[in-house]
């Protein structure tokens, strides 16, 4: 079906530069036709010549000296003005509901580059991002928020952050369209009041020309290569990942783990390295670009998931493309990625011996490995790959436009 | 003779135990005093032994701001200038060495230690090795002692990727305290000597303080009726090991126990907890409290069964020490000193960590005997009282301060281990 891509989008609070797989979405829309303007606080330089379609709203950063940020914040001011009254007008409607001058000041900072500029949809590629810039709401253009994982599965469960649950279900109650990486975020979405009817899965994708598998016959010798991605954030469960390497270790497998990826639990991953004895056997790449992930990728015999909550992993399909076998714990989404046996493992959450179990089989069988990789691989080719993807995000963008079109 | 100790913040609820140290040798006619990064006025009311001693707001000294950057720039003239009219020897003299080995920077050095110039120290102490890092200068600058103390975190994972991050620590250092053999070890793990001169020195609890009344542990617990009431104590970070403690809750309820789980602190670490709780249904077993003073933290202990401690990375703890001296039988995990701190089936278990499960079989087993946990209670209240006693602790604190003088003589002299009465006795008992 070919979609009307004849559509302005706005895309807020990304910062630059984005993600793989936000990246990937915003080039699969620029290069199908549709304008897409992105608004971020940090732009590097590069990023214009990078993709010469794409449109920008620098929105500044409420950072540096007083002065220079109220002189800015009032040139600002004057324009939005000229531009948009009617826009300041909803705008102050918002903001008066905030107590503190300084977290005023920062809101206007944030909100007047909007003011008197439309778009057929404004879409959200965050939960926190639709509730920072709430206002954005009633401006009259249609709205798309994206859930993606621990926004929606953890955050909202921290007793200091119980405001998220009210901001999540005023977005999610006035948005058009509610987009969720997995069924299963949506089934969590929904305890905060999203209407089924407005929401929409699209699972996350992966460039499959650039992510493969290299021609091998699946072993590495007797070192056998496992490999993990993602930030180290608790949620990774990095701490079960490396209790499970430990326990293989004891029952005499000889391996070596490879974990990308930085974050703040830096510390929390190295103390346990250490205290585990495992200084020889896991390296710490810290963050690789795009090219040394999938370098690493293909010279790995399986991929491991120990995370305690995910929305699904995009680090995991990845993997899959590259045509590695998965041992992955049945948390959020990832059921819907990776099927107990088939192209993987599923295992229990924060559960090592069911790791290690489980990485056991692969680690003594190249045979497995093999062809659990190529069934990872198809899979992807099946269902996670990019074209797909940026033709789903078409439709849902054309339904956006076409019922706002015809409501109006 | 005038000791300088080095501590981020004082005094601090988390940290009675420099405030205990500091008074204790205050009154025993040291000239003791504190250089801080950050003092707050509402944590001195929490501390009424502090307020009673006079003349200890004096005693207590705050560093200059270093930021906004512009403000330090002004202020630096000012700080020189009072570093010259109060120890304008000491200042000179630092100015000079500055200039010979680091330069024009000797002045910003100079800015950050004005309190440490201007009180002349005999011996600074840094009570926390992470504290000590960059600053081997001070020794020669000041012509002081340099004693540094290590309770944990510092040797357990700060800097651990570097192999000799420690090292001029280890070479400049006078002494160096520790708060038990597992500490040490860890020390020479990390690239310390093995004969350099250091002292085992246990934290101490004052008894009288954490006073367990007169609790008996008759009931049977574990039922709807009458639930295993377990409690916590400690920042929430990941060094606790929060998340296994809630797994073997949900393993124990799994197994028809009825408990309720009491967690006191606060911490970065909130979201993964809270979020933990949440993933094992535990939303009405396990209650958060939050950081509570000593007092509430005392009744705390006072209603509960049982003490769980199932850190990852630990230096000795204090809360654990605290939880035996309020008759409490503990169960914990063998992380750092904890296996030094409670003797394994007399005042407690000892279990290995990252295993929820036998921290649920231990708890089952102390829930379903209440003699147990008195015998165990009584044994842990015993050796808090015999073992780790403040008067001990601060004379092992005397003992090392002029150790660290005499050496002064001696310089270079004899590098040997020095264990304090009360350890003797510890590694004995």
Redesign the interface.
Known sequence: MQESTKFRLLVVGVSWPPETFLAGLIKGLTDAGVEVTVSCTKMQPKSRVANPKLRWLRVPTWQGSVVLRLIRLASMAVRAIFRGPSDIAIFASHIRKGSNLAERLRTWNRLLQFAGRRWDVIYFAWNSAAIDYIPLFDLGCPVVVSCRGSQI???P?????LELRQGLRATFERATLVHCVSEATMHEAQSFRLDSAKSQVIRPSVDTQFFFPLERDGTNGELFRLMTTGRLI?QKGL?YAL?AVRLLLDEGISLRFDIVGDGP?R??V???I??LGLERVVHLHGRLPLGGVQSLLRRADAFLLAS??EGISNAVIEAMACGLPVVTTNCGGMREAVQDCVEGFVVP??D?IAISDALRKLAVDPELRLRMGRAARERVLREFSLDQQVGRWLTLYAKVVNNSVRLR | MRVTIVVPSFPKLTETFIVTKFLGLLERGWDMHVVCETTDLADWDRFPDLLRQAGTRHRVHCSWPHRPRWLALLLVPVALFRCIFKNPIGTSQYLLNGWRLIGIDALRRLYLDANLVILKPDIIHFEFGALAFGRKHLKEFLNCRVVVSFRGYDLNHFGVEHDRFFRDIWDQADAIHVLGEDLWRRAMRRGCPADRFHQLIPPAIDANLFNPMNRMHTDFAGTRERPLRILSVGRLEWEKGYEYAIHAIRKLKNQGVCCSYRIVGRGSFLEAIAFAIHQFALDDDVQLLGGLSQAQVVEEMRIADIFLHSAVSEGFCNAVLEAQAMMLPVVCSDAGGLPENVLHTETGFVVPRRYPAALAEKLALLGSDPDMRQRMGLAGRRRVQIHFRLVDQITSFEQLYSRVMQSNAEAGGEADTYICATQVSLTEG
């Open positions: 599965h953890v955050a469960h921290n007793p200091e952050r608790f701490g209790h639990e510390q929390y190295t103390y346990t250490y205290d305690v909550s959450v924060r090592p």
